[in-house]
C-alpha cells in the first residue's frame, strides 16, 4: 500500500536542492507523520542533552566534575531525572484555580513544539522512495508563527503565575509580560532587516537565499550568511531571544532572591516538568531559528564547502545540528560568567537600547535598499547612505550626558514627604527599646549590689 503512494507525489525540486513553497502540502500522510515524530523526538532529545550539557559546562566552568554517575559520562542524568519528577507528589493550593493551574504549563509546551515546526533540517531528501523536504512545513509568514507561538507561550507562564493564588508567582507571571512587550518587540524588528534582504518571509527561502547573500547588494562585497551581512540584527536577535527564553542573566520572572522561585513557585511533579521542558524547547527553537535567519540554516560552513556533497543528503542535519549546540553552549557560557540584572536595567536596556538602535539600523539598511536601485555611482551611494549613519553614531557617542543632580540627604528626603506618607524606620536604623525591656533594666539598676549571691 506504501508504494502506491509513490506515484501520486511528482517532485518539483531535485534532491539535495532546495525546497520552495511549491514542494510543501504535497506529502502523503504517513511522511507527514513521520516528520511530526522525528521533530518530536528530536526536541525531547534535544532538552534532555543540553539539560546534561548545561550541567556538565557549568562544572566544567567551576573545577568539579559534573553528573558523571548515570550512565557514559553521566549521560542518563536528566532521563533519571524527568523519571524522578514524574513519581513525586502532585500538590495543588487550596486557592488554585483548578483547571488554568492544569492547562497553564499546557500552553507553553505545545506552543514551544508547535513553533519548531517550520524550521528548515535539510535540503530534499529521498524517505523511503519519496521525495520531500527535511522540513514539517513551511508558509508564506513562517516566521511571523514563531513570533505568535512565543507570544502565546507567555500566556501559559502568566496564567500559572495567576492561578496559583500567591503573591510571588503573579509577579513572576507580569514580569513575564513585561519582559515580553519589551523583548518580543526587539525580536521581531530584528527579522525585519533579514526579511527586506531575503524577499521572503518563508524560512526555506530565507536559507535559500543566504546562498547567495553576496548577492544581495549586487555593488557591495558581502557573505553568504545574514550573521555578517547584517550584523546589527543579528547582535539584537541573540540578546532578545536570551530575554525571551528568561535565561540569565535575564532570567527575571524566577528570580529566586526576591520571588522565591518566580511563576512555577507552587507547581510540582509533571506539571513542573512541562515548564521546564517547555523552557529548553524555547531554547532549541530560538537556536535553531538564529540558525536559520543567520548561519545559513543547514548549508555546511566555508571549509566544508570545498566538498561538493556537503550539501546534499542528510549531511545538512549534521550541520544544522552542530550550530544549534554551538548557540545552545553561548546560553550555558551566558549563565556560568554573568549575574542577574535588576529589573529596572533590564526594562531600561531593551526599551531604551535595544529598539532604538534596531529602528536606526532598518532605516539605514532601507536607505541601502534604494540608493542600490538609483543609478548613482558606488561613491554617491556609499555617500549618501554612509553619512547619515556616521553622523548618527557620532551624536550617540557624543551626545552631552545629563548633568547629575547633587543628591539630597536623608533627612532633605523626609522633610519633603508628603503628609499622612508610610511611617519611617528610625533615621539610625536602631529599634526602639520596648517596655518589657526599660522596666527589666530598671529593676537591675535598684538592686544592690550586696544582695549578689557569693559563689
Known amino acids: 500500500m506504501i508504494l502506491s503512494f509513490l506515484s501520486d507525489v511528482p517532485p518539483l525540486t531535485p534532491l539535495g536542492g532546495d525546497p520552495t513553497l511549491e514542494d510543501f502540502g504535497k506529502d502523503p500522510w504517513w511522511i507527514v507523520l513521520i516528520k511530526v515524530l522525528a521533530v518530536f523526538v528530536f526536541l525531547v532529545v534535544m532538552t534532555l542533552f543540553t539539560i546534561w550539557y548545561e550541567r556538565r559546562v557549568v562544572a566544567r566552568m567551576q573545577v568539579r566534575p559534573g553528573p558523571n554517575r548515570h550512565g557514559p559520562f553521566g549521560l542518563l542524568q536528566s532521563l533519571a531525572d524527568g523519571l524522578k519528577l514524574a513519581f513525586k507528589e502532585d500538590i495543588m493550593p487550596l486557592k488554585a484555580d483548578k483547571i488554568v493551574f492544569f492547562i497553564a504549563p499546557v500552553i507553553s509546551t505545545v506552543c514551544a513544539f508547535t513553533a519548531f515546526a517550520i524550521i528548515p533540517f535539510g535540503p530534499m531528501v529521498s524517505i523511503f522512495g519519496v521525495k520531500t523536504p527535511m522540513q514539517l512545513t513551511d508558509i508564506p509568514v513562517a516566521v511571523l508563527l514563531v513570533l505568535a507561538c512565543s507570544g502565546m507561550g507567555i500566556y501559559g507562564i502568566v496564567l500559572g503565575g495567576w492561578a496559583s493564588g500567591s503573591t510571588y508567582p503573579l509577579l513572576g507571571g507580569l ?89 512555577h513557585t507552587e507547581y510540582s511533579s509533571l506539571k513542573f516538568a512541562l515548564f521546564f521542558l517547555a523552557e529548553y524547547i524555547n531554547m532549541v527553537t530560538v537556536s535553531a531559528l538564529c540558525t536559520t535567519l543567520f548561519l545559513g540554516g543547514w548549508r555546511a560552513p566555508w571549509p566544508l564547502t570545498i566538498w561538493s556533497g556537503a550539501n546534499s543528503g542528510w549531511w545538512p542535519l549534521l550541520w544544522f545540528t552542530i550550530k544549534v549546540l554551538l548557540l545552545l553552549f553561548v546560553f550555558v557560557w551566558l549563565r556560568g560568567t554573568l549575574p542577574r540584572l535588576r529589573y529596572d536595567q533590564f526594562m531600561r536596556f531593551g526599551w531604551k537600547v535595544l529598539i532604538p538602535v534596531n529602528l536606526v539600523w532598518i532605516l539605514a539598511l532601507a536607505g541601502l535598499k534604494v540608493a542600490q536601485k538609483s543609478t548613482y555611482s558606488t561613491t554617491d551611494k556609499l555617500m549618501f547612505v554612509g553619512v547619515p549613519l556616521a553622523v548618527i553614531i557620532l551624536l550617540a557617542l557624543f551626545w552631552p550626558a545629563k548633568a547629575e543632580e547633587e543628591p539630597k540627604t536623608v533627612q532633605e528626603q523626609v522633610a519633603e514627604r508628603p503628609e499622612g506618607s508610610f511611617p519611617l524606620p528610625p533615621m539610625d536604623l536602631q529599634v526602639p527599646v520596648s517596655p518589657r525591656a526599660k522596666r527589666l533594666t530598671a529593676e537591675r539598676e535598684t538592686v544592690p549590689a550586696s544582695t549578689e549571691k557569693e559563689v
Open 175 to 263: 514580569r513575564s509580560s513585561a519582559q515580553l512587550i519589551s523583548y518580543e518587540v526587539a525580536m521581531g524588528l530584528s527579522f525585519v532587516a533579514v526579511f527586506m534582504t531575503a524577499g521572503t518571509m518563508s524560512t526555506s527561502g530565507i536559507v535559500a537565499a543566504q546562498a547567495h547573500g553576496g548577492e544581495a547588494f549586487g555593488w557591495l562585497p558581502t557573505p553568504g550568511w545574514f550573521a555578517l551581512l547584517l550584523l546589527p540584527s543579528f547582535v539584537i536577535y541573540s540578546i532578545s531571544a536570551v530575554g525571551e527564553t528568561n535565561r540569565a542573566p535575564f532570567d527575571l520572572p524566577e528570580a529566586e532572591s526576591e520571588l522565591v522561585g518566580g511563576f
